[in-house]
């Protein structure tokens, strides 16, 4: 059974800083894609920030320069480091997983899912 939980959303004030964690089990992290999508109210799920198991990343252009994904293969932790936040930013975040080795921002791609942690930004 894959699990993936995620962890770290809060609310903080414009320019604030937050790190988001997913924590993944029930399959051989290191063998799996990994993405942060997001999703707003009365708005589609959107792509974040993807690293594929061949060490690729790719950003949403609107987070580039802001936004980081890392990830701790001994932990089987994925990470979000969300600087310089913007009240657009404001969303539900989702970890996922796919069986591929590129990385992503199409959520259709991807096989598993978490339960997502809220982020609000306020202005």
């Known amino acids: 059974q894959v699990q993936l939980v995620e962890s770290g959303g809060g609310s903080v004030q414009s320019g604030g800083s937050l790190r988001l964690s997913c924590a993944a089990s029930g399959y051989v992290y290191s063998k799996d894609s990994m993405g942060w999508f997001r999703q707003a109210p009365g708005k589609e799920r959107e792509g974040v920030a993807a690293?594929?198991?061949?060490?690729?990343?790719v950003y949403a252009d609107s987070v580039k320069g802001r936004f980081t994904i890392s990830q701790d293969n001994a932990k089987n932790t994925l990470y979000l480091q969300m600087n310089s936040l913007k009240p657009e930013d404001t969303a539900m975040y989702y970890c996922a997983a796919r069986r591929g080795p590129l990385s992503t921002l199409s959520a259709r791609l991807y096989n598993y899912w978490g339960q997502g942690t809220q982020v609000t930004v306020s202005s």
């Open positions: 690293t594929g198991r061949d060490g690729s990343t």
